[in-house]
């Protein structure tokens, strides 16, 4: 059964940089049926898209977070990553990673566990 | 960029009651509209797509509608189990999102 699982800081300083890692276990990040994704949640607020990502590299981006956002993937790992720069307490949130068949682009499943990430000094 | 708009914030119901939930885009989106449940402390479970089928395993008593700019999500005979917050959610033809602000479906 596929799973994903998020790793990274759970602290980030204001103005530096987000770095999230996605891995993926019982299944391979280079299927041509999937997309990769990452969402995130703010503490007691909605829900919010942030990027997606197909193994050969295509990305789509929220336009909201303009050019803060780098997603990439690392085949060789099996791991997918979020980068977001310049951060302030608007970005303190549970970050997920998705799995997103090509086909039914309203499924996600599996979703990681969540991590929060709290932007402060 | 699509803005998706709820209605109402809060919803307080009983169970037994008919819960009817809104959701307005700022233009078309056509059918591709989806709904999430969520609960505290849990991933978003989807229960409607194309604005009107059932997710596999949806209880019939969720029902979604509209096409367009206006949706809704009906649930009839509430049970405990259902209140929660619901989103709404845009997807195109691409794995690209925008997701309403919520509804929280109160006791």
């Known amino acids: 059964q596929l799973r994903l699982q998020e790793s990274g800081p759970g602290l980030v300083r204001p103005s530096e940089t987000l770095s999230l890692t996605c891995t993926v276990f019982g299944g391979s990040i280079t299927s041509s049926s999937y997309y990769w994704g990452w969402f995130r949640q703010p503490p007691g607020k909605g829900l919010e898209w942030i990027g997606s990502?197909?193994?050969?590299?295509?990305?789509y981006y929220n336009p909201s977070l303009g050019s803060r956002v780098t997603i990439s993937v690392d085949t060789s790992k099996n791991q997918f990553s979020l980068r977001l720069s310049s951060v302030t307490a608007a970005d303190t949130a549970v970050y997920s990673c998705v799995r997103i068949p090509k086909f039914d682009l309203y499924w996600f499943d599996p979703w990681g566990q969540g991590t929060l990430v709290t932007v402060s000094s | 960029e699509i803005v998706l708009t709820q209605s109402p914030g809060t919803l307080s119901l009983s169970p037994g009651e008919r819960a009817t939930l809104s959701c307005r885009t700022s233009?078309?989106?056509?059918?591709?509209l989806a709904w999430y449940q969520q609960k505290r402390g849990q991933a978003p479970r989807i229960l409607i797509y194309g604005a009107s089928t059932r997710a596999t395993g949806i209880p019939d008593r969720f029902s979604g509608s509209g096409s367009g700019t206006e949706f809704t999500l009906m649930i009839n005979r509430l049970e405990p189990e259902d209140f929660a917050v619901y989103y709404c959610?845009?997807?195109?033809?691409?794995?690209?999102?925008?997701f309403g602000q919520g509804t929280k479906l109160e006791i």
């Open positions: 990502i197909y193994y050969g590299g295509t990305t």
């Open positions: 233009q078309s989106v056509g059918s591709s």
């Open positions: 959610q845009h997807y195109g033809t691409s794995p690209t999102y925008t």
